[in-house]
């Protein structure tokens, strides 16, 4: 709510709200997942938000000042309280989304998993911390904790603690199975994205039988701990007649997302092909998801635009699927392994004379026959014949 009257207040940038240099600069709403596009003008005064002077003296603009204090940018304090307010350095494009993988172990063993049989190595509590930090630096919006199951991350309490005030958006990605109301009281993320394959035939065809109550038992457990939380969804066989289920669930419980992706044959579902849907059979189930996503192209180049991914050894790449072609150790600096990331402008791909290539974005790079090659799902999606 705003303050009746800012100009005898100190002002000062929100707790979860952050100057983002981008491509352009922002105000980040870390808790809303929202970006403010600002003007230089604007990154002045909010450098200057700092809790230390009135806001009578920091400026006049009183309707510009109400609605940073009405969509939680701003906070109005009786009295001075300086925090220093800081913007990053531009880096282009932007670094928004990092998967930060802290560790390889799991205890479930999905049929579909990318990443095959888990292994047992964990990414150092520092180094994590450390690339986080660093990813903040850069304008990091989303730092997106997974593994393998990151509940089984033997320093993941240590690491939430020592990164709680950095300002990004920590997602934990999880499969729910060892979340409850004990691990809640400790487990202080903004937001916990938890995959369902499923209703409970569906998501146990998946992720093997008793998965499905212990994976509800952890999204009760974070709805009560007020929590925000999203649901990420593969489309297989056994759950094509669940997503009207599913739906009703997820729309109920207030999810602020839900991703929906067709399988990539990779990893463990090379030995259960069986359960991939043929893409035209697939495709209809996209138009369940709803909310942002991160894997998305933008600004004429194909998907990845803004991801990378960290894996526990310290290897980034451009995201999971590519684990065999890294570009540099992220723990001797996570900047430089993303200035050596190739972005493939949407001019280059074959499919780039393509009516439908604007809506389209070029799809999967990885799930395409090649890096130049159309994706078969999104040819399917778009009825393009090939």
């Excluded at 989303?142 to 300002?167: A, C, H, Q, W």
């Excluded at 570009?327 to 009516?355: F, T, V, Y």
């Amino acid at each position: 709510m705003s303050c009746p009257d800012w100009h005898k207040s100190y002002l000062r940038l929100h707790p979860k709200a952050a100057l983002k240099n981008l491509e352009r600069p922002f105000v980040y709403h870390i808790a809303g997942d929202e970006l403010y596009e600002i003007d230089e003008k604007a990154v002045g005064f909010f450098l200057r938000c700092d809790g230390a002077a009135r806001g009578e003296d920091l400026t006049s603009e009183n309707e510009f000042v109400e609605y940073c204090l009405e969509e939680g940018l701003l906070e109005a304090l009786p009295s001075p309280s300086p925090v220093p307010v800081t913007v990053n350095e531009k880096v282009e494009p932007s670094l928004r989304y990092l998967e930060l993988q802290v560790t390889q172990r799991c205890n479930l063993r999905c049929a579909h998993c990318y990443l095959g049989t888990p292994g047992t190595r964990d990414l150092p509590v520092a180094d994590a911390v450390s690339i986080a930090r660093e990813f903040a630096g850069m304008g990091g919006l989303r730092l997106l904790i997974s593994g393998g199951e990151p509940m089984l991350y033997n320093d993941l309490e240590s690491f939430i603690k020592m990164t709680k005030g950095v300002p990004v958006r920590r997602v934990l990605f999880s499969n729910g199975t060892l979340i409850d109301s004990n691990v809640m009281s400790w487990l202080d993320v903004d937001e916990i994205q938890f995959s369902l394959d499923g209703w409970e035939k569906g998501h146990e065809a998946m992720r093997g039988k008793g998965a499905f109550e212990k994976t509800m038992t952890g999204i009760q457990a974070a709805v009560q701990a007020g929590v925000a939380i999203s649901f990420s969804t593969m489309i297989h066989l056994e759950n094509l007649d669940e997503f009207d289920r599913m739906k009703e669930f997820i729309e109920n419980i207030g999810a602020v997302e839900w991703g929906i992706d067709i399988m990539c044959v990779a990893g463990s579902l090379e030995k259960h092909q069986g359960l991939a849907v043929p893409y035209k059979e697939a495709v209809p189930y996209l138009d369940y998801a709803f909310g942002g996503g991160y894997h998305g192209s933008s600004e004429g180049y194909a998907c990845g635009r803004h991801l990378m991914t960290v894996m526990p050894d310290g290897r980034a790449v451009k995201c999971g699927f590519y684990r065999d072609k890294p570009l540099g150790d992220a723990r001797k600096g996570l900047k430089e392994c993303w200035l050596k990331m190739e972005h493939i402008p949407l001019r280059n791909l074959e499919c780039a004379d393509c009516s439908m290539l604007n809506d389209c974005r070029g799809g999967c790079r990885f799930r395409a026959p090649h890096p130049l090659a159309p994706d078969p799902a999104m040819c399917s999606y778009y009825g393009i014949s090939k």
